[in-house]
């Protein structure tokens, strides 16, 4: 089993920037993609950003260009960069792991195990 535990949300105004962590416990996660994702009041969770096993970086089209997702493997973490941003980058931002070894996509069903979120509030 593995536990995981966002941080880094909170208020932020419009332009500005945020960074996020994850910290995955429990057996190690170095040989799983992890993601970000969001959702935001009343719409479904969506993908934002993967980081697979082998340090392949995939991102959606609304934050490619201006998002960062990286992971320390030694320390089980992974991070989520954000500028530039938007009003509707509000939303609360879950991390997730795939739910197979060496195995990844975009779809949440391939992602086994979530944090319980942390919210991102971008003001205008």
């Known amino acids: 089993q593995v536990q995981l535990v966002e941080s880094g949300g909170g208020l932020v105004q419009a332009g500005g920037s945020l960074r996020l962590s994850c910290v995955a416990s429990?057996?190690?996660?170095?040989?799983?993609?992890l993601a970000w994702f969001r959702q935001a009041p009343g719409k479904e969770r969506e993908f934002v950003a993967a980081n697979t096993w082998t340090g392949v970086r995939d991102y959606a089209d609304s934050v490619r260009g201006r998002c960062t997702v990286s992971r320390d493997n030694a320390k089980d973490t992974l991070y989520l960069g954000l500028d530039s941003l938007k009003p509707e980058d509000t939303a609360v931002y879950y991390c997730a792991r795939g739910a197979r070894e060496y195995y990844y996509t975009r779809s949440l069903t391939d992602f086994g195990s979530w944090g319980q979120g942390t919210q991102v509030t971008v003001s205008s």
């Open positions: 429990g057996r190690s996660s170095s040989t799983y993609a």
